[in-house]
Nanobody
Framework: QVQLVESGGGVVEAGGSLRLSCAAS????????MGWFRQAPGAERAFVAS????????YYADSVKGRFTISRDRTKNMVYLQMNTLKPEDTAVYYC?????????????????WGQGTQVTVSS
C-alpha cells in the first residue's frame, strides 16, 4: 500500500485557478494510472480526471474538459491537477487515487489507494 498526500487546495474566486499536487510516499512507486476525484457535500464521489502512468494519457470528465489539466512526473512520483476558470460548482474535496488497472478509469472502485483529500472552495 502506498500513502498519497494531496496539497494545493484553498479558496478562490470564480474564474480563478488552483494547482493540486499529489505525492506518493513510497520511493519505488508504480501504477497503471492515477486519478483525481471530487466529492461535494451530499454528493457521491465523482471522477474528475486520470492519467496513465507509463504514457501520460489523460482522461477527463466532461464537466472539466478544457478547464482542467492532469499531469504526472514519474521522476518525482507526483501527480498534478491544474484547474483553470474555476466555477462555484467545482467546490468539493478533491482526492488523489491510484488505479488498480487501466480499464474503468472513471470508476472509483477501480482505485485502491486514496489520499486524505484537499478542500477546494470557489466563491461566486
Amino acid at each position: 500500500q502506498v500513502q498519497l498526500v494531496e496539497s494545493g487546495g484553498g479558496v478562490v474566486e470564480a474564474g480563478g485557478s488552483l494547482r493540486l499536487s499529489c505525492a506518493a510516499s513510497r520511493r519505488t512507486f508504480s501504477a497503471y494510472a492515477m486519478g483525481w476525484f471530487r466529492q461535494a457535500p451530499g454528493a457521491e464521489r465523482a471522477f474528475v480526471a486520470s492519467v496513465t502512468w507509463d504514457f501520460g494519457m489523460p482522461y477527463y470528465a466532461d464537466s472539466v474538459k478544457g478547464r482542467f489539466t492532469i499531469s504526472r512526473d514519474r521522476t518525482k512520483n507526483m501527480v498534478y491537477l491544474q484547474m483553470n476558470t474555476l466555477k462555484p460548482e467545482d467546490t468539493a474535496v478533491y482526492y488523489c487515487a491510484r488505479a488498480g488497472s487501466v480499464t474503468a478509469l472513471r470508476a472509483a472502485n477501480n482505485y485502491g489507494d486514496w489520499g486524505q483529500g484537499t478542500q477546494v472552495t470557489v466563491s461566486s
